[in-house]
């Protein structure tokens, strides 16, 4: 072999040995991830104060410095009670640790009262489908249904028929001038779609029909992305403007709003079977992956001219993560290919160094930004970015696991569809 063969072999090497050596970095291994929330979900059981726990504490964040989750109380109020329940079922989905099924119980349970009450806004779609509607798929436990159906008909009072969609936050209603509807709502739809197969009215299907066909139709712009919030006038139902509470600007693209949108849009195609909400999500999905940097964690608003000296948002990348595992089920060729791909590069990032939480911290990941005007939630870890993210895994996992793709499996939480869906070209 001559000098030069051999040169050439020994750089060949380095070379070969460079590019394993990154794609290391950004490998993801499921279980891994999985046994990582698993501990890190008993460390918080046991910083939440053991077997003398208050129940009605539910963890919302952890920011600046701090390693223990702040607490917030289980009210109306608060939106986010529901995710850490939702946590403890999936924990309990991959352990079939009775322990873990006993905490996420009397988590649960705090929130039943939710139910049987007038809605603050939309999220009681959070709060109820995160904790009970992970629970009855679970357990079957038929408590868990009726606890559900009551809440749907009291998220049903929120439906404004003038307008065609749900009122969302009832207190803004003055501050923004009129009926307001933001883009996390359509997410709340799915409790609607569930009762309505389930024993509920089959009225709260039209109502979720209703409300996503408007807001496809006002709260997006030309290219897909969204407005943040729409205002309609509640007596006419005529849009007045679409805006922004939460993000940059009113022309922005705040990044949660649009894996809200992803989300949303990929659970109503899959209630509805109406392909028109397939290939919205799709729109949706592409022009979010279009803008988002090398790491896949999307700055917390696309337009932000701080742009890269500003906060990313991890709980943006965790949600679009667990929407592309389920969208990419509902397409073909490239479209499949390319968001299982992506679903699984976001994954491996957030489960890299760069944005895993530290060991001595109780959450899973750290730097998603909650409310960026407001000041609060910035660069921290949220709750609801941790819930998300188990849920992306636990998809992913049923999905390699599987030899063929179950969208029974891959649907969380309500979902009890068979894997017989017949899938329409995209």
């Excluded at 701090?66 to 079922?89: H, M, Y």
């Excluded at 009775?98 to 806004?121: F, G, M, N, V």
Aim: glycine fraction near 6%; aromatic fraction near 12%.
């Amino acid at each position: 072999m001559t000098p030069y063969k051999v040169l050439s072999l020994l750089i060949s090497g380095i070379i070969l040995a460079s590019c394993s050596e990154k794609k290391s970095e950004l490998s993801l291994d499921v279980d891994d991830a999985l046994s990582y929330c698993h501990g890190k979900i008993s460390r918080s059981l046991t910083q939440l104060g053991g077997s003398e726990k208050d129940y009605t504490m539910m963890p919302r964040n952890i920011v600046d410095s701090d390693t223990l989750w702040n607490c917030r109380k289980a009210v109306q109020e608060e939106w986010c009670s529901g995710f850490w329940p939702g946590i403890l079922w999936y924990d309990f989905e991959v352990t079939n640790d009775p322990e873990i099924r006993d905490e996420a119980e009397k988590y649960t349970s705090q929130l039943e009262y939710l139910a049987t009450l007038s809605p603050y806004d939309h999220d009681l779609g959070f709060l109820i489908n995160c904790s009970y509607g992970n629970a009855y798929r679970l357990t079957g436990d038929n408590h868990c249904r009726e606890v559900m159906l009551e809440a749907a008909d009291s998220l049903a009072t929120l439906f404004n028929p003038n307008v065609g969609t749900f009122l969302s936050w009832p207190r803004n209603v003055e501050m923004f001038g009129g009926h307001n509807t933001i883009v996390d709502n359509v997410i709340n739809l799915e409790l609607l779609f569930w009762a309505s197969r389930n024993g509920g009215n089959k009225s709260l299907y039209d109502m979720a029909v209703s409300h996503a066909d408007k807001t496809m139709e006002n709260q997006f712009r030309p290219d897909g992305s969204c407005y943040h919030v729409a205002i309609y006038n509640p007596e006419t139902g005529e849009f007045i403007k679409g805006m922004t509470h939460q993000g940059y600007a009113n022309n922005s693209t705040w990044a949660r709003g649009q894996a809200w949108a992803i989300y949303g849009y990929t659970m109503v195609f899959r209630e509805t079977r109406d392909p028109k909400y397939r290939d919205f999500a799709c729109k949706l999905a592409d022009v979010y992956l279009e803008r988002l940097p090398e790491d896949m964690v999307p700055y917390w608003d696309f337009d932000d001219p701080d742009i890269p000296e500003c906060p990313k948002d991890a709980s943006a990348a965790s949600i679009v993560a667990s929407a592309l595992i389920e969208l990419q089920d509902y397409c073909s060729d490239y479209h499949r290919e390319q968001y299982r791909s992506d679903a699984e590069k976001i994954l491996a990032t957030l489960s890299g160094p760069a944005y895993r939480s530290a060991a001595n911290k109780a959450s899973f990941i750290d730097h998603a930004t909650g409310h960026k005007p407001e000041g609060t939630e910035i660069d921290a870890s949220i709750i609801y970015a941790d819930y998300y993210y188990m849920e992306a895994l636990l998809r992913l996992k049923h999905m390699q696991d599987s030899s063929a793709s179950s969208l029974a499996s891959l649907s969380y939480p309500l979902s009890n569809l068979s894997a017989s869906i017949t899938l329409q070209s995209r």
